[in-house]
């Protein structure tokens, strides 16, 4: 009966279009297409659909976005083994009659048989559909494929079965009413209940859910098989755990510069993670935004790592006074979550850094200053109370021999002036001193005499005399050989008007001398009382005695400290 129906329908030739619409359509036809592709490749893309010999299966014409369909009727046409349009001058008696129901956008053949397989397109318009029809037998190759739903429960959890809604006839078809949906396990007869409140092992199998609908009176199935599978419940070996940063940890940051901040989980399950929250807010992934987050996992035998970076592209004022915490969501019973917060970085304060370096250099000047104003002072002071006095003997006699050289002009020391000297010297300051004409043994040659004297003393004091005394300035140039050979200290004392370093009015042996040692100026009588600073210079250029001073110094000279 049914195929006689289809047998005696005709090809349906579009007719109703006046032919220049026709040829406008065809020119636009290109047009349509690209805009298809552009907007709505369902239209353009056909589908695939299966169904189980002797079921219902409905076809669904989706409508293509970006068309105007206005009131261009949907028509439906087959290409199975015969082209046939079903709904242009077919009455719903004939539709009946070719078992199938066609309302709305749906056309749903009532029970599915091999006559019904091959190509269906719905047209609305210039935009239209294909379908692919396969109508399957227990012997079908994609058989089992097709038609079988694999799905997974957990021993002790809950666990509901979903009937598969592939295909199936939309709700509001008038003349198709659903009876619901009946679950059977294979092998049992009796219906079963799709939820199972804590699913055990021995549930699994394979189970089978039928929609049937009611239509003229007749009842119509569409069965479909789930397998369950039971597993052991997963059951994590350890607990999940956030390991940086610390809770309530404060990071320091810098405004408008960027920030990273990492959050570091291992977890044992696979559905486990980790993501950021601001406030109550979740931290969206989108780099695009001034915060997201981005995160890598890692697998190492089953042991999951996780990373959530918490970026900030620039730092800002408000971005401080916010909470970020990093969640831990787990599916074993413990979950954790870390609350950080973001500080400025104290800036350092570059006044008082260059404050501080100002005042170390003002420091550093202000005692280089001091030590070369007052090196004497303090040489002497320290010399006198902390009493640096070598104790170990050098093996001289003397601490300094004085020698008498002509003075050039009248400001040399008089007689009573050098006898002074050596006075003070040795009786106030305590030196042992080789004086000339006291300690040179009479009969020795001069020149033999003097060079003993250097030899036996740790200084060499160069005396301006006039008139002079003294050895005589051919002796001075054996006298400045033996200082050079023996390396012995001289102490050049040179009056005011003494110009020895530069007029070439000194023999050039004493010229040599003053270049050789440390000059002293003797100022006349301003020199004389030992607190001057020619008795200061002389004795800083001295070495300390070798024996005490006979007169104690200590409270002159802290006196002469305490002035400066
Ligand atoms: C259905 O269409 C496909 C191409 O989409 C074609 O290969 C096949 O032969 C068609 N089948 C029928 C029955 O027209
Ligand atoms: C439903 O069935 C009745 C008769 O059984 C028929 O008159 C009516 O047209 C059908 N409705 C549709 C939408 O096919
Ligand atoms: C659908 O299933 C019901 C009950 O299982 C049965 O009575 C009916 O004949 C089936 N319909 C078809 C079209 O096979
Ligand atoms: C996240 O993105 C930032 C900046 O784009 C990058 O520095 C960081 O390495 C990324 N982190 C991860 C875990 O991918
Ligand atoms: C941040 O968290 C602290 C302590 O949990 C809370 O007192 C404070 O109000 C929170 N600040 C903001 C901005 O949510």
Redesign the pocket.
């Known amino acids: 009966m049914t195929e006689e129906i289809f047998n005696s329908a005709e090809l349906h030739v579009e007719t109703v279009w006046p032919e220049v619409i026709m040829k406008v359509k065809v020119l636009l036809l290109p047009l349509f297409c690209l805009l298809t592709l552009l907007t709505g490749a369902e239209c353009a893309a056909p589908k695939e659909i299966y169904v189980k010999e002797g079921e219902m299966v409905a076809l669904y014409c989706p409508s293509c976005r970006g068309y105007d369909h206005g009131d261009a009727k949907l028509i439906w046409t087959s290409y199975t083994t015969q082209d046939m349009d079903l709904t242009n001058n077919v009455s719903s008696a004939e539709q009946r009659q070719l078992g199938i129901v066609v309302h709305g956008r749906s056309l749903v053949i009532l029970s599915a048989s091999v006559n019904y397989q091959g190509n269906y397109s719905c047209s609305q318009g210039s935009a239209s559909t294909w379908f692919r029809l396969t109508v399957l037998t227990p012997q079908s190759r994609e058989y089992e494929k097709m038609t079988q739903y694999p799905t997974t429960c957990y021993t002790q959890e809950t666990c509901t079965l979903h009937c598969p809604d592939v295909n199936r006839p939309a709700p509001n078809i008038p003349n198709i009413t659903s009876n619901g949906i009946i679950w059977h396990k294979e092998g049992e007869s009796l219906p079963k209940d799709s939820y199972f409140s804590s699913v055990e092992e021995s549930d699994h199998g394979v189970y089978t859910c039928t929609r049937s609908y009611l239509c003229y009176g007749q009842i119509y199935n569409m069965t479909f098989t789930v397998v369950l599978d039971v597993q052991p419940k997963e059951k994590p070996v350890k607990d999940a755990a956030i390991t940086e940063p610390q809770n309530n940890h404060v990071f320091h940051v810098d405004l408008g510069s960027p920030k ?1 901040i990492d959050c570091k989980a291992v977890m044992y399950l696979k559905f486990d993670k980790v993501f950021w929250l601001i406030g109550k807010s979740f931290v969206e992934t989108d ?1 695009s935004l001034p915060v997201f987050y ?3 996992r890692e697998n190492n035998d089953g042991e999951l790592k996780m ?1 959530a ?1 918490l ?1 900030f592209k620039k730092v800002s004022e408000e971005d401080l006074s916010k909470n970020y915490t990093c969640k831990l969501q787990s599916a074993s019973e413990l979950s954790g979550f870390v609350t950080i917060n973001l500080a400025q970085k104290p800036r350092p304060s570059y006044l008082s850094l260059a404050l501080g370096v100002v005042g170390i250099v003002l420091v550093m000047v202000l005692t280089v200053v001091i030590y070369v104003r007052f090196k004497i002072n303090i040489t002497l002071f320290l010399r006198d109370t902390i009493g640096c006095h070598s104790s170990t003997s050098d093996g001289k006699s003397y601490d300094a021999f004085l020698v008498c050289y002509k003075s050039n002009t009248d400001a040399g020391l008089h007689e009573d002036d050098r006898k002074e000297l050596e006075n003070v010297l040795e009786e106030r300051f305590g030196y042992s001193l080789c004086l000339y004409d006291r300690d040179v043994l009479p009969g020795k040659a001069v020149a033999e005499a003097v060079l003993d004297c250097i030899e036996q003393s740790r200084t060499v004091v160069l005396v301006p005399t006039s008139p002079d005394p003294g050895p005589g300035s051919g002796l001075l140039s054996a006298i400045h050989e033996a200082l050079v050979e023996r390396q012995t200290r001289l102490v050049f004392i040179k009056t005011e008007t003494t110009d020895v370093l530069r007029s070439g009015s000194l023999p050039e042996a004493l010229q040599l001398l003053g270049e050789a040692g440390n000059c002293v100026t003797w100022k006349g009588i301003s020199s004389m009382p030992p607190s001057s600073s020619f008795w200061k210079q002389l004795r800083y250029y001295l070495p300390s005695p070798q024996r005490a001073p006979k007169v104690r110094l200590l409270p002159q000279t802290i006196q002469d400290v305490m002035s400066l």
Do not use: L, Q
């Open positions: 990273v780099n981005n995160f890598t990373t970076s970026v």
